[in-house]
């Protein structure tokens, strides 16, 4: 299947390209960027332009960052194409409901991705805790802005989300191998006094859920999460959901990297003529800015 | 039907008390709260008790701000009775959806209220936009939390929702009437320096819909809103809803008032065997959390 990607930036060379280009579902037709190109594939400045030059790309993979990103993937629905969101999949709740229903009735699909829930250990560790009661979980999501975001001010602009960004990577986790349902009961999030967003969180949910969220991590970077099972178990989630420790034992993982079992699920979607819109992990999100007792952290520079 | 009342504080006894004591359908049976009490009717400081002593209560109403209701909303279900919340019907929208999985679950009636849905101009002005496009509309509400909730610090604090605890009314109103959904384009959300939650918020969301909440109105109250459709049409909801003028003309409008009206409708979702909760008004107030823009303003004291 042909597809082209919008917003050719870190994310867009970094994961989706390789992916597209080592899978034997797609082509990667066309790109749509202010500034970045693909060697080899034709590019645009303007979406218009590309959807009416290139009636056959039937699949439009959006990577820009969520604000801007509703009008693209409007624009791309009411052109016929089906659409994969990167994560967040939108600036707002309402937003991503409202393409829901365009996407069901044009009878396209729709992909809201999440694709840290690709990581390789994270099946495993929902197998692990199928159908026992969590005691306790906590996690640990604490990384350096500065080296994964290099001087990206809209991450701290009104809808970047701020340690959400990541966060929320952590809470597609969550919400993917838990047995059943938490909401969060307090959060404290800290935003910098020059900046919009929150660049540490500390979240509290029912059901002995806790997570931590710091975006000022140097040194190791620390992707985790424990779950203790009132049934004795320990399952351990590692690098970001890459390996599985249960009871200290090592599980097998998927073979499937995030972003190419991101774009195989994508091609099942469109054959089956199905979409996947899971907004559990941005209602979290959503709730800890609502819910969340804010305090003024230090002024952050790059 | 014998129903409890937890939670007597000014909008119990302003509202819920008179409404109920105006209805056949419904005699005040019992109430739980840990200061007030009504004239002749049993009061409990402990829920457990009160359930566990009045099997044949069938109905709890939760008047209780929103951060302490999911437990005692969790609890009325758990002991089998159906569950009337205030509005907002939680602090976050996850514990709703608990909720809403646990009344499905128990077969028991969910019914997340709204009353500025149900004022007496509501219905006229949904008719008057039915099968019309929306070219602007506005919302200006706008009232003095000192008269409306003085001294309720829990207003101010995390949950409590601020300028967003009216707000929300307009927003259960305009999402009661819109013909077609709208989204959270851009906010700019105003926080006291010495408090959490908003003050005053400017929201513009897609389809020209543009909204000011103020809580810092004197003088003359106001909780109105103008819809002009692309055919020329003018609709004006004034009076929180109460009055709906069409193109200048008075529209005749429901007879029963809000709250009387709230527990109609609960009587009816009883005998039906069924749930009402739409989150469509908690939704773009999260919206408006998560992507306004803050800016501080001075200190309030009461």
């Known amino acids: ?33 202010r500034a970045g190109t693909v060697d080899g594939v034709p590019s645009y400045k303007d979406l ?5 030059e290139n009636a056959d790309v039937e699949v439009v993979s959006l990577c820009l960052p969520p604000v801007p990103r509703y009008d693209y993937a409007k624009a791309c629905l009411e052109a016929g194409r089906h659409v994969m969101l990167e994560k967040p999949p939108g600036a707002t ?3 991503v409901y409202d393409l829901q229903a365009l996407a069901a009735d044009k009878g396209l699909t729709l992909f809201a991705t999440w694709h840290s829930r690709m990581a390789k250990g994270v099946q495993a560790a929902k197998a692990a805790l199928a159908g026992k009661t969590i005691e306790t979980a906590h996690i640990d999501w604490k990384e350096n802005v500065r080296q994964w975001h290099p001087g990206q001010d809209w991450v701290f602009e009104p809808g970047g989300m701020g340690v959400f960004d990541p966060g929320i990577n952590a809470l597609s986790i969550l919400t993917e191998v838990l047995p059943a349902p938490v909401f ?16 540490k969180a500390n979240l509290t949910f029912s059901g002995g859920v806790t997570a931590e969220f710091d975006w000022l991590k140097e040194g190791t970077q620390m992707w985790e999460m424990t779950f203790r099972t009132t049934d004795g178990d320990t399952v351990h989630l590692l690098e970001g959901g890459n390996e599985c420790v249960v009871n200290d034992q090592q599980m097998p993982v998927a073979e499937l990297g995030e972003y190419p079992a991101l774009y195989a699920r994508m091609a099942e979607l ?3 003529g199905e979409s996947d819109v899971d907004l559990a992990p941005m209602v979290h999100v959503s709730d800890a800015m609502t819910l969340g007792r804010r305090v003024t ?6």
Not at 184 to 199: D, G, H, S, W
Not at 297 to 302: G, L, R, T, Y
């Open 1 to 33: 299947m042909k597809i082209a990607l919008v917003g050719i930036g870190k994310i867009a060379v970094d994961q989706h390209v390789p992916s597209l280009a080592a899978s034997d579902d797609w082509e990667l037709a066309a790109t749509v960027s």
């Open 270 to 272: 469109v054959k089956a």
């Open 184 to 199: 969060l009961r307090e959060a404290v999030v800290y935003t910098p006094e020059n900046r919009q967003t929150p660049i």
């Open 93 to 95: 709740l309402a937003e």
């Open 297 to 302: 952290a230090p002024a952050f520079e790059w």
């Open 48 to 52: 218009d332009t590309m959807l009416a």
